[in-house]
């Protein structure tokens, strides 16, 4: 049936049956919900209210419940507020209604659910006549109508109506075997006399007679549509299995069985153009207003005293809602007019943040400027550094050459002045040993001839002869320690000098080399701080863009829903006037504002999104990090090229010290040889010079024995000849080791001024051409990259915006400068 409705048929389900078989029990049934279920001994209304609804979710329709009761011949409404209010029939005189009757005053509810018809149900199911008869203790005493109306949008223009008459009728009663006595009886007469009747026209619908009695009784007339009209109807009968209620039994099924052969012509009801609905309750309207006024003119006031100032009381609350809503009208627009103000103020803030993005990108610009700058600055202290380094590479080549110079004299004046000390030694060598044959020939002669006077001449020259070759050899060993200390003092000076100078030069290069890199230090943390100051602006400026972002989505957001809730509200006060025209415009109107509200939501988002790619952008941080990664490299190799310079300080140190300390012990050893052999020789001369004095006195007294000590002195001179010549063998011996030993030193102390050159010329060299291969990315590198994004030159030369930085971001890069790119080494941090 409920299909039929929606197909647009009007339709009537009725329970006939005798009292107390179930009528009430089939159509109404248990109507409390559990759960928002329905019970299982719910009935048929309860049951086809859910399952239309059902069908008509997500169709677009309206629904409408009224409730009347026909009780003695009186038709009232069981939805209505006000007491017993009665209801009056009428002939539906409208085009196409077909004589069907209206109810007049009857209230009609629209429904949204299936619970509120339920409701609606209890509700009118409360107010009902119910009594106790002997047979039913809660006996229904009228008949029950509830009619669902149904309209159901078809197409754009058109709309179904159908319509569902749900019928309980009073049972039909033995009034002797019910017990109703006084009003019972009147009502159980009533309610027989209107079934009697609806038998009866059934009966003349069955037999074709020319005339049913539709008239003569409400009930009939009620149902007149539904027996033989163009309605589908159901007849539900209801039987007692009792055998005391067989005749009654056997009464229904018969009446059942005989409505059977009632012939209905089912017909839809004809879409109605919404339009043609709304024209003609305009008419409706219009008539009804008219005939309003044609009464009073013709009657005046048709009305009793309490009526009228009922209706006075209704025209002042009228008045009342009227200005009420015309109060709300205008809130509404002043609300509306608020939100406009909203609107321009968020397009305001939109156009500051336009400035705001336009203010960063400028700031951007100053940052490439001053990264441009530091890339000169940079160029200008690579330059300075490869002119340093150079300056002390030749620096140092000079300062090897001279130190070289000077070890090579110094060993070429000692090798001279040995070679002539050995000379002499050996003159003197020669000397002792002509002496010595002179004193052998001398001994030779005294013994034949004149020996004692000659032996007196003899002792007198071997004193003159001890006498001067101890002269002679000290004079000589005095000059060798005198030449000795001399070259140790030379030598000494030299190396105080070589080192006072190497002192000089490393100390003015250190202070070059440190106040190079403390130039570039203080640039590079100038230029950080620099960076870091204008990426906290930009990181400032951009979580206030995102805040303010944030704020008017959120702004927006808000005004769309009040907007809408407003939309809603004031679609649900006009929909029952204007109905669809305003649907229309209100989905028309929310469609504009979801569309805008897209469109500036988007916007919002893509600027966001721009601007935190521009703030967290890796390049800045690349930049800085490489700033940092430059600074700390430079800080390193300032403080290798220090520890470096100092290890080499300190081993040049230690090398002019071990070699003074081995000239000064060198010297030591030699003046101490030399002050040994001079003490011997003394000692030793001494000795000779005694003896000869004793020889000499013993020679006067034992001239015998002259001969036999002349013998012994001469094998004593012999013996202290060969003593002398050992010695001198051993002082040219010594010389010869010393000048060995100063020749190995001279080279070890020129093995560290070569080593120099590996140590502190080579990295000095490395250094600058590390340097010059250095290079910072400039803001030109920036621009250009920037330019090389698609679309993006156009928009530098026209004037940046920020959708075009929106795709800058999106496209990462890292960019070198262009000489970079021969370099290995920063080709490999780059990737
Ligand atoms: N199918 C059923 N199952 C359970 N109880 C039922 C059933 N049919 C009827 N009853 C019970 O029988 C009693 C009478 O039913 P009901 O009031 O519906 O009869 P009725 O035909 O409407 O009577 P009346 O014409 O006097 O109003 C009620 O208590 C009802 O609960």
Redesign the pocket.
């Known amino acids: 049936m409920v299909d039929e409705l929606l197909c647009g048929y009007n339709c009537t389900v009725f329970a006939y049956?005798?009292?107390?078989?179930?009528?009430?029990?089939?159509m109404f049934g248990k109507m409390t919900e559990e759960l928002g279920l329905l019970s299982d001994d719910a009935g048929i209304i309860p049951r086809t209210l859910y399952t239309l609804f059902d069908k008509l979710k997500g169709r677009d329709s309206t629904v409408k419940c009224s409730f009347i009761e026909l009780y003695n011949e009186a038709l009232c409404d069981l939805l209505s507020d006000e007491g017993d209010t009665k209801l009056q029939l009428f002939e539906n005189e409208r085009n196409g209604a077909n004589g069907s009757l209206l109810v007049k005053g009857m209230r009609e509810s629209y429904v949204d659910s299936p619970s509120a018809g339920v409701r609606l149900l209890e509700m009118g199911s409360r107010k009902r006549q119910?009594a106790a008869?002997r047979?039913?203790?809660?006996?229904?005493r009228s008949h029950t109508i509830f009619t669902i109306n149904v309209l159901t949008r078809t197409s754009e223009q058109s709309i179904t109506s159908g319509k569902l008459n749900l019928v309980?009728l009073?049972?039909s009663?033995n009034i002797q075997r019910s017990g109703a006595e006084n009003k019972r009886a009147v009502e159980a007469g009533q309610i027989n006399k209107s079934l009697l009747t609806l038998g009866r026209v059934i009966n003349a619908l069955v037999d074709k007679s020319s005339h049913v009695p539709y008239r003569e009784s409400k009930l009939t007339r009620l149902l007149q549509d539904s027996l033989g009209g163009q309605t589908k109807t159901c007849i539900i009968a209801?039987v007692s299995p009792c055998q005391s209620s067989q005749e009654e039994t056997v009464s229904t099924l018969d009446y059942a069985f005989r409505a059977k052969n009632i012939h209905n012509r089912p017909q839809i009801n004809t879409p109605v153009p919404k339009d043609t609905l709304l024209s003609e309750l305009a008419l409706e309207i219009e008539n009804l207003k008219r005939n309003l006024r044609a009464t009073r003119d013709r009657n005046g006031v048709y009305m009793t005293s309490d009526t009228h100032e009922e209706m006075l009381k209704e025209i002042e609350s009228r008045r009342i809602v009227n200005e009420e809503q015309k109060q709300c009208i205008e809130a509404l627009e002043s609300g509306l007019q608020h939100r406009t103000g909203e609107l321009l103020a968020v397009t305001r803030q939109l156009r500051d943040l336009d400035l705001d993005n336009k203010e960063a990108h400028l700031k951007l610009r100053q940052m490439n400027d001053a990264l441009n700058k530091a890339h000169n600055i940079w160029g200008g202290s690579i330059a300075e550094v490869s002119d340093i380094t150079e300056k002390v590479g030749a620096r140092m080549k000079d300062f090897q050459a001279h130190q070289t110079r000077l070890l090579r004299d110094f060993s070429a004046n000692l090798g001279r002045f040995l070679e002539n000390e050995m000379t002499a030694a050996q003159r003197n060598q020669t000397l002792l040993y002509d002496t010595l044959r002179a004193v052998e020939g001398a001994g030779e002669d005294s013994k034949t001839q004149l020996l004692k006077g000659e032996t007196e001449e003899a002792f007198h020259q071997l004193k003159q002869i001890s006498k001067t070759g101890r002269a002679t050899v000290s004079e000589a060993l005095n000059e060798l320690s005198h030449a000795i200390t001399r070259i140790s003092e030379g030598l000494e000076g030299e190396l105080l000098k070589c080192n006072d100078q190497f002192e000089m030069a490393y100390g003015a290069f250190d202070q070059d080399v440190q106040s190079t890199f403390q130039t570039i230090v203080k640039h590079v943390e100038e230029q950080n701080v620099e960076i870091s100051e204008l990426r906290h602006r930009l990181q400032n400026a951009n979580s206030r863009m995102i805040e303010m972002n944030h704020k008017t989505s959120l702004d927006v957001a808000r005004l769309l829903e009040e907007e809408r809730a407003n939309a809603e509200v004031e679609r649900n006060n006009f929909l029952s006037q204007i109905g669809a025209i305003y649907d229309l415009s209100s989905q028309q109107r929310w469609d504009r504002l979801q569309e805008n509200y897209n469109i500036i939501c988007s916007d919002i988002s893509s600027s966001g999104i721009l601007m935190e790619s521009l703030t967290t952008h890796s390049r800045i941080d690349e930049c800085i990090a490489r700033q940092k990664q430059l600074a700390k490299e430079l800080a390193d190799s300032s403080s290798y090229l220090k520890v470096r310079m100092w290890q080499d300080k300190e081993r040049l140190g230690k090398r002019h010290f071990s070699a003074r300390q081995a000239a000064v012990s060198a010297k030591k050893d030699l003046q101490q040889s030399v002050d040994n052999h001079k003490e011997t020789l003394h000692e030793q001369l001494e000795l000779w010079a005694r003896e000869l004095e004793k020889t000499q006195s013993q020679n006067k007294q034992l001239s015998d024995a002259y001969l036999g000590h002349l013998n012994t002195l001469e094998t004593t001179i012999k013996q202290s000849y060969s003593t002398v010549k050992d010695q001198l063998g051993m002082v040219l011996e010594n010389s010869g080791q010393f000048q060995k030993d100063m020749a190995r030193h001279s080279d070890a102390m020129e093995q560290p001024i070569e080593a120099l050159e590996k140590e502190i010329c080579e990295p000095l060299s490395h250094l600058r051409t590390n340097i010059q291969s250095y290079s910072i990315p400039t803001g030109a590198s920036l621009e250009q990259d920037a330019c090389d994004r698609p679309g993006a030159t156009q928009s530098n030369q026209e004037g940046t915006s920020h959708w075009e930085h929106d795709n800058l971001a999106k496209q990462p890069r890292v960019e070198i400068a262009s000489d970079d790119s021969e370099n290995p080494r920063l080709k490999r941090r780059r990737l």
């Open positions: 049956g005798q009292t107390g078989t179930g009528k009430t029990y089939t119910v008869t047979c039913n203790d809660l006996s229904s309980d009073a049972g009663e209801t």
